[in-house]
């Protein structure tokens, strides 16, 4: 199920909120009628949450069935509370490099993760996600959690992807890879859509040739 959405009048969708196939991890302080929205949608527990006192949940946490990875800001009571609803490990990113929505891309077969993350920060990354974990750029950008939406089913990217990052992306996720834009020509694809393999949440500035894009690339056509 897809949903046109906005949080507070702001279409950015993916800045505040992570997904993985079982919970969703949203910003605080949203109408009622937009949880439930989300809920939906995504076909997934809802879980209100702030990091650090921040409502950039997207931005700050990434995660797959296996795990989390989550910005050192967030405080203990935010960790427990991660660790309770996922049942899974949760990984700190002590890093210069610690916006973990932002930097890291990963979906159940492999991750990308911004290249100048150090390797001991890979390494914990690879085992808390247990998957493969590659460093590289989308469009020649290091924030690649923010350049692109991976799912089981497919993958989004951003539209000046290069043919060698456009590969290296199939050969990590182990799904086709397609390019488009959220929000009316916005290329940072993270920025406006969070998707599980059930469905997502699309920014609603979104146009109905974008959504069709969405819907091919994420394997929502029958």
Partial sequence: MFELLDFNENPNVGVYCRTNDAVVFLQKS???KVKKKVSSALDVKLVELSIADSTIIGSLLALNSKGAVVTNVADKETLTAIEQQLD???FVVEDVINAAGNDILVNDYGALIHPDIKVSSLKKIEETLGV?????????????????????KGCLCHPKVTDDEKKQLEEIFDVEVMIGTVNHGHPMIGS????????????????GIEMGRIEEALGFLE
């Avoid at 469009?139 to 959690?145: D, E, I, M, N, R």
């Avoid at 406006?192 to 146009?207: C, Q, R, S, W, Y």
């Fill in 192 to 207: 406006g859509l969070v998707a599980n393999t059930k469905g997502a949440i699309i920014g609603n500035l979104t146009t």
């Fill in 88 to 90: 899974l490990d949760v």
């Fill in 30 to 32: 949203l109408q009622k």
């Fill in 132 to 152: 493969p974990v590659h460093r590289g750029t989308i469009a020649s950008l290091k924030t690649v959690g923010m350049a692109a939406v991976v799912t089981n």
